[in-house]
């Protein structure tokens, strides 16, 4: 698998803020109100280590949703003069969906974005960029061409917007989902080459990337990532994470995007699929695809994240459930391997509340929101399960088809 090698990001008081912050959430838990009743769920057992593998070289393998009143994200905090943190201490941030443009058939987020690329991710660039690495889902194409699509909803920004990524700290993103196709294999090129000059690394299906992350002292930490393809099989999942645990990584990462859309409760076919990237030897598996968060689950001797939802997302001027984190896996290493953890930044996916203005931005810390975030990773926000959805809606057809035959009988 490919190699890339990356020193530390950002200078060392923005790490320090981020380091504060990522133990008061873990020193909060996910002890928060449940959806239905408002009493106090149980937190979720996430694991806290993991196993270390010797560093060696891989080749490269040949909507309407439920209503929720929303608290009025506010920026972060203006940084203080905190100390530096361990250099033996690597951050690593995870975003659900990003899609930097807006569907081709409008242009509400570009009328916003304009040509003020920092933007997007400007109320969130603080943590983004204090961290080692940072890893989202790209759910549109970039392209200078005028491509056409034979998808409902399909996404073709220009190639600048590329761009708002490295500014707001994003290193690579996972390329493997139901939009990556839409404009055919020219919008697949077109895009690789604008994330490129962007700088950004992007990672198509069952593909996997190493990057070797450096401090200052020497310090060192290997990251492995495997992107499932899209429709792709466990058997795929567990021998890409495997390839890359071979491959020396010190964490693997497995990141895959399926499940049932706007449904809280993950698929037969998601729990599937991430018990066998941990079975393979993943520590962490993102999902991405629901566009609402899902329950963490603490699997074996991994973390599975089932669905992060969306987090800068242009395909929707005003999401019905706006919630969304920043999942951050912070990596100790240490003479006898590695040990890890994970944090969560409860965030909203628009600094405003009533409208998405595509600017995402961190709930004040024990706000409704904050805890809402929270609580929807303990536990389903709403437990109706996609069969159990698809099951009511084909009743409510039937039910609508039979009143209109009724009603056309008594007219004759």
């Known amino acids: 698998m490919g190699k890339r090698e990356m020193k530390r990001k950002k200078n060392p008081w923005l790490l320090a803020l981020g380091a504060v912050f990522a133990a008061a959430l873990l020193a909060a838990g996910l002890a928060f109100l449940k959806p239905s009743g408002h009493e106090v769920p149980e937190e979720p057992d996430v694991p806290a280590s993991s196993t270390v593998a010797e560093p060696v070289k891989q080749e490269q393998p040949v909507q309407e949703q439920q209503p929720v009143q929303e608290q009025q994200p506010v920026s972060p905090p203006e940084p203080a003069d905190l100390p530096r943190e361990p250099q033996d201490r690597f951050v690593i941030s995870f975003l659900g969906d990003c899609t930097l443009t807006s569907s081709h058939y409008t242009n509400h987020f570009e009328t916003v974005v304009g040509d003020d690329l920092a933007y997007p991710f400007s109320n969130a660039a603080e943590i983004l960029t204090a961290d080692d690495l940072t890893l989202a889902n790209l759910e549109c194409s970039f392209s200078d061409k005028r491509l056409e699509s034979e998808s409902e909803y399909a996404f073709c920004g220009q190639p600048k917007y590329a761009r708002a990524l490295t500014l707001g700290g994003v290193d690579c993103v996972s390329m493997a989902n139901n939009h990556t196709g839409d ?75 399926t499940g049932a859309e706007r449904i809280y409760v993950p698929t037969k076919r998601q729990t599937a699929l991430a018990h066998a990237a941990v079975s393979g030897g993943a520590d962490v598996v993102v999902g991405t695809h629901p566009h609402v968060l899902q329950p963490v689950e603490a699997y074996q001797d991994g973390v599975i994240l089932y669905s992060l939802g969306n987090f800068c997302f242009g395909g929707n001027r005003n999401p019905g459930d706006k919630d969304t984190v920043i999942a951050q896996l912070t990596v100790h290493k240490e003479e006898t391997g590695v040990s890890w953890e994970m944090t969560y930044v409860p965030c909203c996916v628009s600094s405003v509340a009533n409208r998405n203005d595509y600017r995402p931005t961190p709930y004040e810390e024990g706000t409704a929101g904050y805890q809402r975030c929270l609580s929807k990773l303990a536990e389903p926000w709403d437990k109706t399960t996609a069969e159990e959805a698809a099951a009511a809606k084909a009743a409510a057809e039937a039910a609508a088809a039979e009143a209109a035959a009724e009603e056309a009988a008594m007219e004759i």
């Open 183 to 257: 404009f055919g294999n020219a919008g697949v090129e077109d895009t690789l080459a604008a994330l490129e000059d962007a700088g950004v690394t992007g990672i198509q299906g069952d593909q996997g990337i190493c990057f070797d992350l450096r401090h200052d002292d020497g310090s060192a930490v290997r990251v492995g990532i495997y992107v499932l393809p899209f429709n792709g099989s466990t058997e795929q999942m567990k021998k890409g994470a495997a390839r890359l645990r071979e491959d020396g990584a010190d964490i693997v990462i497995a990141c895959m995007h």
